[in-house]
């Protein structure tokens, strides 16, 4: 500009160059002034909007996209100031190259600094306020992995308490512990997804926070929160390696409950089938079996409605049993009874016997009480019995062929001696008497109450002797009759009463004194 300008020209540039570029200098640097007052109030007004962000109630994506926007502000600023400290040093060095020529400014120098240096406050600034939004956000976005780590925690913890058992919560069993491996199966596999997920996610924001620029990245309070991301993927691989064990336990109880559950099924429809034959024994015998099958599957799994269910079953299947078992014992009880009945009027007390205590077993089958009807015909039977005994002689008894061939003679005998006195051959057929007598007396000495002889031998005495045998007849029930009313030897006045039956049944007041001692045995 000198060697260009006039004589004039040189001596004004000597006297007043320097205050003209001075002037020049700041005029230049006041816009740029003007630009760093407003990079100044959006980066105060950029920190409040950070300052004053509130991510509790958004959406993750939403929050992190709000973190981001004010991040961008504080980025752009940055950009801005850069722009301005670019062209500050072009006036540096411009200030410079004046002062290498001779027209160097203290005051200028000393304006160019202090611009630089609050460029310089401002450029940190941003940077500070940048890594701020980048922490915080970080801070953020940890918290929720953080919370969703404890969640899925929390989760296995509450697989695992439904596997290893609950206190009761059915008043009927106030001292139970209930088991849900059902349950804890969902559970598990909920939080062994989750935490495999947060793994993943753990990694990303892990590899988010290290991928910025080395002032975000190195800076303290972004690197913290990647190294507290690195114990928090640490603490959700624990949780993982705990999850795998219960969830393949949980899973084998499980199946040994659909198991138990299963054959107890099977085993109550094999009740029903055997309780439509009328196998009873079967039939109850499957449905304890039903009922033990399903408590083993409630005692592995606790499952309400099946244990409100089945023994709702059980009971109405159990019941069905005894009622169909009742009315065949019923039945069966009366048909025995009727047979009884009809053996007992034919005599036949020992086959009567046989019926009722048939009957009587047929019925303990279902009744803890006795059937009335059916002891009293018991008593009955079993009292004709014992006036019965020894008034016949068994077919098994050591003796009866020899004593059934002394009461054949005695008939004989007796048969051929009242032939003979009918046709007026009396001493003959004494004769004949006696030898009958003999062999009922004979059978006597063993079996003194043998019906046929006691009856043969008074059959006897009325052919030789009438009036003997009306004084003999008449005493021998005068003697039933005192120890009827006296309750003396019921059993010897009932035998001594029917074999004078058998003789005479329509001598006056035999058959009453028969009912009497028939009612007191």
Same mark, same amino acid.
Request: glycine share 6%.
């Given at each position: 500009?000198?060697?260009?300008?006039?004589?004039?020209?040189?001596?004004?540039l000597?006297?007043r160059?320097v205050r003209?570029?001075?002037?020049?200098h700041?005029?230049?640097?006041?816009g740029?002034?003007?630009?760093?007052?407003?990079?100044?109030?959006?980066?105060?007004?950029?920190?409040?909007?950070?300052?004053?962000f509130?991510p509790?109630?958004?959406?993750?994506?939403?929050?992190l996209?709000?973190?981001?926007?004010?991040?961008?502000?504080f980025?752009?600023?940055?950009?801005s100031?850069?722009?301005?400290? +670019?062209?500050? *040093?072009?006036r540096?060095?411009? $200030?410079? =190259?004046?002062t290498?020529s001779?027209? !160097?400014?203290? %005051? /200028?120098?000393a304006?160019?600094?202090e611009?630089?240096?609050?460029i310089?406050?401002?450029?940190d600034?941003?940077?500070?306020?940048?890594?701020?939004?980048? +922490?915080?956000a *970080?801070?953020?976005?940890?918290g $929720?992995? =953080?919370a969703?780590?404890?969640?899925? !925690?929390?989760? %296995? /913890?509450?697989?695992?308490?439904?596997?290893e058992?609950?206190?009761?919560?059915?008043?009927?069993?106030p001292?139970?512990?209930?088991?849900?491996?059902g349950? +804890?199966?969902? *559970?598990?596999?909920s939080?062994?997804?989750?935490?495999k997920?947060?793994v993943?996610?753990?990694?990303?924001f892990?590899?988010?926070?290290r991928?910025?620029p080395a002032?975000?990245?190195g800076?303290?309070?972004?690197?913290?929160?990647?190294?507290?991301a690195?114990?928090? +993927?640490?603490? *959700?691989g624990e949780?993982?390696?705990?999850?795998?064990?219960?969830?393949?336990?949980?899973?084998?109880?499980?199946?040994?409950?659909d198991?138990?559950?299963?054959?107890?099924?099977?085993r109550?429809?094999e009740?029903?089938a055997?309780?439509?034959?009328?196998?009873?024994?079967?039939a109850?015998?499957?449905?304890?079996?039903?009922?033990?099958r399903?408590?083993?599957s409630?005692?592995?799994?606790q499952?309400?409605?099946?244990?409100?269910?089945a023994?709702?079953?059980?009971?109405?299947l159990?019941a069905?049993?005894?009622?169909?078992?009742?009315?065949?014992?019923?039945a069966?009880?009366?048909?025995?009874?009727?047979?009884?009945?009809?053996?007992?009027?034919?005599?036949?007390?020992?086959?009567a016997e046989?019926?009722?205590?048939?009957?009587?077993?047929?019925?303990?089958?279902?009744n803890?009480?006795a059937?009335?009807?059916?002891?009293?015909?018991?008593?009955?039977?079993?009292?004709?019995?014992?006036?019965?005994?020894?008034r016949?002689?068994p077919?098994?008894?050591?003796l009866?062929p020899e004593?059934s061939?002394?009461?054949?003679l005695?008939?004989?005998?007796?048969?051929?001696?009242?032939?003979?006195?009918?046709?007026?051959?009396?001493?003959?057929?004494v004769?004949?008497?006696?030898?009958?007598?003999?062999?009922?007396?004979?059978?006597k000495?063993?079996?003194?109450?043998?019906?046929?002889?006691?009856?043969?031998?008074?059959r006897?005495?009325?052919?030789r002797?009438?009036?003997?045998f009306?004084?003999?007849?008449?005493?021998?029930?005068?003697?039933a009759k005192?120890?009827?009313?006296?309750?003396?030897?019921?059993?010897?006045?009932?035998?001594s009463?029917?074999?004078l039956?058998?003789?005479?049944?329509?001598y006056?007041?035999l058959?009453?004194?028969?009912?009497?001692?028939?009612?007191?045995l």
């Amino acid at each position: 500009l000198a060697d260009r300008s006039t004589a004039f020209g040189k001596t004004v540039l000597a006297t007043r160059g320097v205050r003209w570029l001075d002037l020049g200098h700041a005029i230049d640097s006041l816009g740029t002034w003007t630009a760093l007052a407003g990079l100044q109030a959006a980066l105060d007004a950029g920190e409040l909007n950070l300052l004053g962000f509130d991510p509790g109630a958004l959406e993750r994506g939403v929050a992190l996209a709000g973190f981001s926007q004010r991040r961008q502000a504080f980025s752009a600023g940055l950009g801005s100031l850069e722009t301005l400290r +670019a062209r500050s *040093a072009e006036r540096a060095a411009a $200030l410079s =190259e004046r002062t290498r020529s001779g027209f !160097g400014s203290d %005051a /200028a120098t000393a304006l160019q600094g202090e611009l630089d240096g609050w460029i310089g406050v401002a450029y940190d600034r941003a940077r500070d306020l940048e890594t701020l939004a980048v +922490a915080t956000a *970080a801070s953020y976005e940890y918290g $929720l992995l =953080e919370a969703a780590v404890a969640a899925a !925690g929390e989760l %296995a /913890a509450q697989g695992r308490s439904f596997l290893e058992g609950l206190p009761s919560d059915d008043p009927a069993l106030p001292e139970a512990t209930f088991h849900y491996p059902g349950k +804890a199966i969902a *559970a598990l596999g909920s939080a062994d997804a989750s935490l495999k997920a947060l793994v993943r996610d753990i990694a990303a924001f892990q590899s988010t926070y290290r991928a910025g620029p080395a002032y975000l990245s190195g800076a303290d309070s972004v690197a913290s929160w990647v190294q507290r991301a690195a114990a928090l +993927a640490a603490n *959700a691989g624990e949780f993982i390696a705990q999850v795998a064990p219960l969830a393949t336990e949980a899973r084998q109880r499980k199946q040994q409950a659909d198991a138990a559950r299963q054959e107890a099924e099977r085993r109550m429809t094999e009740a029903a089938a055997a309780l439509k034959k009328a196998d009873f024994d079967t039939a109850r015998a499957r449905l304890e079996d039903a009922g033990r099958r399903f408590l083993a599957s409630l005692e592995l799994e606790q499952d309400p409605a099946l244990r409100r269910d089945a023994d709702r079953r059980l009971q109405e299947l159990a019941a069905s049993i005894v009622k169909a078992q009742n009315d065949l014992v019923v039945a069966r009880t009366r048909q025995l009874l009727t047979q009884s009945k009809d053996l007992y009027s034919r005599g036949l007390f020992d086959q009567a016997e046989s019926s009722l205590l048939q009957a009587r077993s047929v019925w303990s089958a279902t009744n803890a009480t006795a059937e009335s009807e059916v002891e009293y015909w018991l008593k009955l039977v079993q009292t004709a019995l014992t006036v019965k005994s020894g008034r016949d002689i068994p077919a098994t008894a050591p003796l009866y062929p020899e004593m059934s061939q002394l009461l054949s003679l005695a008939r004989t005998y007796y048969e051929e001696g009242a032939a003979l006195i009918a046709r007026k051959e009396v001493s003959a057929g004494v004769a004949r008497l006696i030898l009958a007598q003999q062999k009922v007396d004979e059978v006597k000495v063993v079996f003194p109450l043998n019906q046929e002889a006691r009856v043969l031998e008074l059959r006897i005495l009325k052919v030789r002797d009438q009036d003997q045998f009306n004084r003999r007849f008449a005493d021998s029930f005068l003697a039933a009759k005192a120890q009827v009313e006296s309750n003396l030897s019921l059993a010897e006045a009932y035998s001594s009463l029917k074999d004078l039956e058998s003789i005479n049944p329509s001598y006056r007041g035999l058959r009453e004194l028969i009912v009497t001692v028939e009612i007191k045995l």
